[in-house]
């Protein structure tokens, strides 16, 4: 037929007019909206060394931003500022009054305000976190509301599942929201059990469907359980049988979450019923999610959401200014260590201004290319007298940050690229020297356990370690 004949004559030209149309769009979206230059260059010469591919893989992993606003709910708003709580540091022993300047800075940052009145108790591996939580599930009479990364269909996984289908059948509203990735962790995915129990249950950003290939990358990397609007529980743990050391898991993983009663736990509710009607249009209000809270404590927190849309860069941000009002010490934990260059020199420039910066991290880390990639900047780290530290397996998941023995934030976020411009992220700051220096335990036993990694031995890498090293540095943007 001549119509065949037409497009079999002239098709090879259409496809790369095609090609070229799309790399074009494509490298220009990058050159516009790509800060890190690094990413821009690698990203650029991806679209245009594949043809038709390049533009696609850009389009799929690339594009990080999109179009979610903080839904304002009517009677708990939380969203005004009031003036910085006067009790930040001025009446203790030794102040720390120079933190009301880090707490202007998140203010100015974040959607919500500093709240006073708030108790807050770490709880370390799944050992502890999960009867804590599995109990207080047991206990609701109004609702539940979870929000994981990853919950696997196992043995605690199970537990959690049981739960919350005992707590439907009382006629508690649950509702659980799943990221889509990490309902994928395990097989078959726990979503087909908890809906089989008549969970609510809803997954974050589908990513197989084609119409959704631009938010593939965008992960939502919170960890939330709030039971009746009053008690919750935060951090970096995952539901995983993996947490329960006490059980000798296969995979062993070390973890902190943090359960916590007072005003803040609005706030971390307001943070699941804005995803939860980002994913489903289902509007949660009322006294059954958002009752009066009594103060409980005296830790002053405030919750930091952190995402691709309106939150972007609020926890980089706050841990940039933290690193700038450090005046003695600065301790950071996280599995995950890949800083930009300007996380890089705050933590450098502290070194220099007399500030002890020690930074722990796992010996051996679950994803060998990311520590490859974060070996090859070990030495910027370290370049200006910051300390160092690894700790021994089990894999340290935990994520910590202490400063001045008074200021901590805990919370779902690593230092890395995929936390701090990717995901999803909820981080909590804390103020309060009694809370700091209890926190400060846990980081000194792990420091107990470590040893120090000193310049010579990352100098003194062999030249192909380094050369891996380096390139897998190439793509920390990406991991």
């Known amino acids: 037929m001549d119509w065949l004949d037409t497009i079999a004559q002239f098709w090879p030209h259409l496809a790369t007019g095609f090609d070229i149309l799309a790399a074009l769009l494509a490298s220009s979206h990058a050159l516009l909206h790509k800060r890190d230059t690094r990413a821009a260059t690698i990203w650029i010469g991806v679209i245009w060394g594949l043809p038709l591919l390049g533009p696609l893989l850009y389009l799929a992993l690339g594009v990080n931003r999109i179009r979610r606003h903080a839904l304002e709910l009517g009677v708990h708003k939380t969203f005004s500022r009031p003036a910085i709580p006067e009790n930040l540091g001025e009446s203790e022993p030794e102040g720390a009054a120079h933190l009301k300047h880090l707490a202007r800075v998140v203010n100015s940052v974040a959607l919500r305000p500093l709240t006073a009145g708030n108790q807050i108790q770490p709880l370390v591996n799944g050992d502890q976190a999960f009867p804590a939580m599995l109990a207080l599930i047991e206990a609701a009479g109004k609702s539940v509301s979870l929000c994981t990364y990853i919950f696997d269909n196992d043995a605690s996984g199970q537990q959690f599942a049981d739960a919350l289908g005992r707590a439907v059948r009382r006629g508690v509203a649950v509702r659980v929201l799943i990221d889509a990735a990490g309902a994928r962790y395990s097989w078959p995915s726990i979503v087909h059990t908890l809906r089989r129990q008549g969970v609510t249950t809803a997954r974050f950003l589908p990513s197989l469907a084609p119409w959704r290939v631009a938010t593939i990358n965008l992960r939502n990397h919170r960890k939330l359980l709030i039971i009746d609007g009053q008690t919750a529980f935060t951090g970096g743990m995952n539901i995983r049988h993996g947490n329960v050391l006490a059980d000798h898991p296969k995979h062993p993983v070390q973890d902190l979450h943090f359960s916590l009663s007072g005003p803040a736990v609005t706030q971390l509710q307001e943070a699941f019923a804005n995803d939860w009607a980002f994913t489903t249009n289902e509007v949660l209000d009322g006294d059954r999610w958002f009752p009066q809270i009594p103060e409980t404590g005296t830790v002053i927190a405030r919750v930091i959401t952190d995402g691709p849309d309106a939150d972007f860069e609020n926890a980089r941000w706050t841990l940039l200014a933290a690193l700038a009002e450090a005046q003695t010490s600065v301790k950071i934990l996280t599995p995950y260590f890949l800083p930009d260059n300007a996380l890089i020199t705050a933590l450098n420039l502290a070194a220099l201004r007399g500030v002890r910066v020690d930074i722990i991290l796992p010996a051996k880390n679950n994803l060998p290319f990311v520590q490859w990639a974060s070996q090859a900047l070990w030495w910027q780290a370290l370049e200006r007298g910051g300390h160092l530290w690894l700790t021994p397996p089990p894999f340290d998941h935990s994520k910590l940050m202490i400063v001045d023995d008074h200021w901590v934030l805990f919370g779902s976020a690593n230092w890395d690229a995929r936390s701090l411009r990717l995901n999803f992220e909820l981080n ?43 390139l897998a540095r190439l793509f920390s943007p990406y991991l």
Do not use: H
Request: aromatic share 4%; hydrophobic share 40%; net charge positive.
């Open 428 to 470: 909590v700051e804390c103020y309060g020297r009694d809370f700091a220096q209890q926190m400060g335990k846990i980081i000194a036993a792990k420091i107990a356990s470590a040893r120090e990694v000193s310049r010579a031995e990352i100098d003194g890498r062999t030249l192909p370690v380094k050369l891996r090293d380096a």
